[in-house]
């Protein structure tokens, strides 16, 4: 049959539809194969149609790498984009660990810095050497740094076990206090018992610590207990305790101390949901005690006569204050320099301990006071994230009990330098010059990193940094290699 002879002839036959095919598609392939089969053809010219009928892609720009082009990001996106890496790297579960435990140990090595600059001059006018007053508060942090890792490492039951020992210890130290040949006075405050050479302990710096653990376990017992909606179990004998701690600090008319003691019980109170009305009563009848106080004293009255003042006044009654001032407008944007400082040459009472965030200003300048301003910010952060965060009721009320107790401390001393507050008398956590209110300090910063630390996914987390969990996870992820394969 004609149709068959020529789709089957011979091999250098083919049809004439084949032959057009393959002289306007693929004249090269054909070429060199004459001796091909007809059936091994379709596959090459239908690869080659395939590919002839792309159409050519479009020039690339001159600056532009080989790919396909990218549009190009918008500011927004990227914004967008930093915000949610900041924001998951600041929910990680030890980003609480990591902040109080750098920004406490931050907060100790810039205190001790500026109060080697601070108390030099002041120690050569006691006839001491330049480093009398840094020796003592560096033998103080190193107590401290140990203090802080004990408190890191107990773990809550200890916490609680301690409470009552450690309260009554406090009250009788602070009653102590009060005996005379056996208390000292300072600055017009009988808090000081003198332990020989150059060492003093104050008792009510210890009374602070005292009364949260004590109430934190009080509070988390009456609450497991369900107690806490009436409102006697609330105030008794919580109040009361706190009371009389203030009574035995009031006697040797530390008013700054009966402050931060006054808003640790208030923080308790809150935590442990007091109702608003038995919250504003109490805060009334502390306003009310405080405000007798004030206006019994004229060293108090004159105190709070020197908020926003800008001239020593009559009799130099707010010489202090006003230096203060003094020094933070002459520091500017970065300071004079370390050790450079002019208030601390006999001008400015108290430079390492109450107004040393003023010698601060003066030789770190702003940058360096914000730098303070932001560690106690960090640190405050921190402490409400680990009490909001738990689910143990004496990790929260302790450890919100240290979080007011460093955060009110420092917003008083701070707003007192500023001349925003009445000066106090209470020292910078961490920072002022103090064996005795760096201890108690350090200690509760370490009940921090405790209660940060027994956060599970914290647990989790701390387990995988391990050495040993972090080897034995890195040799189930790498894949086996053929044994020829180097």
Known sequence: MPAEESSAGPRGGRSRATAAISRALAPPLLAGAAAGAPAA????????????????????????????????RSPRGGM????????????????????????????????LVMVYSASMIKALELDKPGTYFFRKQFLAAALGAGLMALAARMPAKLHRALAYPLLMGTVFLMVLVQVPGIGMSVNGNRNWLYLGGPFQLQPSEFGKLALILWGADLLARKQDKRL??????????????????L?????????GTAIILTAILFGLLWLAGAPTRLFGGVLGCAALIAFVLIKTSPNRMSRLACIGASEPGPGDSCWQAVHGIYALASG????????ASVEKWGQLPEPHTDFIFAITGEELGLAGTLSVLALFAALGYAGIRVAGRTEDPFVRYAAGGVTTWITVQAVINIGAVLGLLPIAGVPLPLFSY????????????G???????????AKAALAMRRPG??????RRRVKKRPSGER
């Open 447 to 457: 009940l921090l990193i405790a209660f940060a630390r027994e956060d599970p996914a």
């Open 41 to 72: 053809l379709g596959p090459a010219l239908r690869a080659r149609s395939v590919t002839g009928s792309r159409r050519p892609s479009a020039p690339r720009s001159k600056g532009r790498s080989t790919g396909s082009p990218r549009a190009p």
């Open 469 to 474: 969990v972090r080897w034995k996870t890195m």
């Open 228 to 245: 806490l909606t009436q409102w006697k179990h609330l105030l008794v004998p919580l109040v009361p305790v706190a009371f009389m701690l």
């Open 80 to 111: 967008r984009g930093m915000y949610e890496r900041v924001r998951r790297a600041w929910d990680r579960p030890l980003t609480a660990y990591y902040l109080i435990l750098g920004a406490g140990l931050l907060i100790t090595v810039l205190g």
């Open 332 to 339: 500017g944007w970065f300071g004079s320099g370390l050790g």
């Open 247 to 255: 009574g035995l600090i009031m006697l040797g008319g530390d008013m």
């Open 434 to 445: 103090g064996g005795s209110a760096l201890l108690p300090t350090m200690f509760a910063v």
